[in-house]
């Protein structure tokens, strides 16, 4: 691996259905403390880069890279660095927040410690009254910090995000932004698939703009002010571009 190899890299990287062009010569670098953002409509291409990422699903062509190792030939080296949070994370409802963090950090080979699960909680923002609680009595936003805590649990050097801010109430979404600056700040490079414009603006350090499977804008958010992004993804979205 190269020293100076970015976070997260897609070298032409095109995924297609048959006739859909489901994702069109993707070229793409995050490095190490960056937060991207990626604004689209449905069907964009936006989950489908996600999932590239993931191995998920093979490309067409091109390639998924992660600290520049390919994510198709070192599948499970790559997926040992990384953590990702769906729109809904997935918990056992019947266990407490501390135990599925536990269970599911035995899956990924990490035999932690209940000071090391409670502190990784902590610092997710999760509060210690909620870490014995049963999940299935937990909001989304607390579900998520589980998620989060996961990726401390595992040293995560790559976040993956798909639509995390999606049911979030204003003060919870807040909360999560601020919760992706703290994990940048250590290092981690965060991919976010969202809807939300404000967030984009408020927490990405750079946004791209996807349409019809390609990146047809990346701009660094401290360059623009939230009217301006607005109105250039409606462009983009109205075809004016």
Known sequence: MSADAPALEAV??????????????????????????????????????????????EPTSGEPRILGHNVVRESRLTKSLLAYIPETVMLYPELTGLENLGFFASLSGIKATTSLLTSALEEAGLQPEAHARRVGGYSK???????????????????????????LDPKASNEFGELLLRLSARGTAILMVTHDIFRAKETGTRVGIMKAGRLVECLATSELAHSDLERLY????????
């Open 141 to 167: 936003g607390m579900r998520q910090k589980v998620g989060i805590a996961l990726a401390i649990v595992k040293n995560a050097r790559v976040l993956l995000l798909d639509e995390p801010t999606s049911g």
């Open 234 to 241: 409606l462009s983009h979205m109205q075809g004016r571009n």
């Open 12 to 57: 032409d990287l095109s995924k297609h259905y048959g006739s859909l062009v489901a994702l069109d010569s993707l070229n793409l670098r995050i490095e190490q403390g960056e937060v991207f953002c990626l604004l689209g409509s449905n069907g964009a291409g936006k989950t489908t880069t996600v999932n590239l990422f993931l191995n998920l699903v």
